[in-house]
């Protein structure tokens, strides 16, 4: 089976822009996680998607949103940049139920 | 509010040590808790303790749970260069696949 992938692996844009990050989960997964990870932080948790409908978030201002479609893939919107938003994005998904996530690789954002 | 520490942060062995990795959570509706190991890229699982009590183990690895004590240890022994890495501890919470992770213990094996 094919792990989670995530696109694009690394991003660098300037204050102020916007950025969209897709995760494609393990086939069969309906859940779909995101988190944050910075050195200073760790990882937090953003938001999770199961069956298109938003069922928990973390607590981020409004400028992140995310969205799944019918097929489980998940985007992850981040808009007016701010420097503090440079940072390893994480998902993962899960089968219903099981519990136990399975992370893509990330995508490493760095804002100038 | 929920919270997830883990002890020490940071730990720095020899190969052929064993090492003792904590980690102790306050959370509402706790439900298991998961263990992942972090190299340089994304976290890969190692352990779901749902059951107190039980030991789970892989290999050189092993973790329980107590949920008494609202707690849970990860063991290795025998560590070799290649253990080197973040070991991250999430409780589920809920029904819904909600996790609270913990900062981490950056666990150094020098050879």
């Known amino acids: 089976k094919a792990g989670v992938t995530q696109t694009p692996r690394y991003l660098i844009k300037t204050r102020g822009q916007q950025v969209t990050l897709s995760c494609s989960p393990i086939?069969?997964?309906?859940?779909v996680s995101w988190y944050q990870q910075t050195p200073g932080q760790g990882l937090q948790f953003l938001f999770e998607?199961?069956?298109?409908?938003?069922?928990n978030k973390g607590n981020f201002p409004g400028r992140f949103s995310g969205r799944q479609f019918s097929n489980s893939r998940s985007e992850m919107n981040v808009s007016t940049l701010e420097l503090g938003d440079s940072a390893l994005y994480l998902c993962?998904?899960?089968?219903?139920?099981?519990?136990?996530?399975?992370f893509g690789p990330g995508t490493r954002l760095t804002v100038t | 509010e929920d919270k997830v520490v883990q002890s020490p942060l940071s730990l720095v062995v020899h190969e052929g040590d064993t090492v003792t990795l904590n980690c102790s959570y306050e959370?509402?509706?706790?439900?298991?808790l998961l263990w992942y190991k972090q190299e340089k890229k994304a976290p890969t699982f190692l352990f779901m303790l749902?059951?107190?009590?039980i030991e789970k183990k892989s290999g050189r690895l092993s973790s329980i749970l107590d949920k008494k004590e609202l707690s849970s240890i990860l063991n290795i022994t025998a560590t070799q260069t290649g253990d080197s890495a973040i070991y991250l501890c999430?409780?589920?919470?809920?029904?819904?696949?909600?996790?609270?992770f913990g900062a981490g213990t950056r666990l150094t094996v020098k050879p």
């Open positions: 993962a998904s899960s089968s219903p139920g099981v519990g136990e996530q399975y």
């Open positions: 086939s069969g997964h309906r859940s």
């Open positions: 998607y199961f069956s298109e409908t938003q069922r």
């Open positions: 959370v509402t509706n706790f439900r298991s």
């Open positions: 749902t059951s107190s009590g």
């Open positions: 999430a409780p589920i919470l809920g029904r819904n696949n909600d996790m609270r």
